[in-house]
């Protein structure tokens, strides 16, 4: 099993800048990519980034510029870096370890609140 745990969240002034942290715990093994997606109230849950174990990065449309992933293998520790943030980046970010033979792993979720 992983066990992650999201940090960062919190109430930020559009424009503004938030840094959320994952702390991955267990057995971290055969995880091919890692992620952050983001779910806003009353919307389905979508992915905003993802770098793989060979450090592909790949970030959707409305963030590409303003969010970066980065992850510390020394710490088990995944990143999202959110600059110039706006309301709509509103909404839970949860983290994600996804491995071909083992599956998803998710955290409890951070809420982000980007006010106008």
């Known amino acids: 099993q992983v066990q992650l745990v999201e940090s960062g969240g919190g109430l930020v002034q559009a424009g503004g800048s938030l840094r959320l942290s994952c702390a991955a715990s267990g057995s971290i093994f055969s995880i091919n990519a890692m992620g952050w997606y983001r779910q806003a109230p009353g919307k389905q849950r979508e992915l905003a980034a993802r770098?793989?174990?060979?450090?592909?990065?790949y970030y959707v449309d409305s963030v590409k510029g303003r969010f970066t992933i980065s992850r510390d293998n020394g710490k088990n520790t995944l990143y999202l870096q959110m600059n110039s943030l706006k309301p709509e980046d509103t909404g839970v970010y949860y983290c994600?370890?996804?491995?071909?033979?083992?599956?998803?792993?998710w955290g409890n979720g951070t809420l982000v609140t980007v006010s106008s």
């Open positions: 994600n370890y996804y491995g071909f033979s083992r599956g998803d792993y």
């Open positions: 770098i793989t174990s060979g450090g592909s990065t």
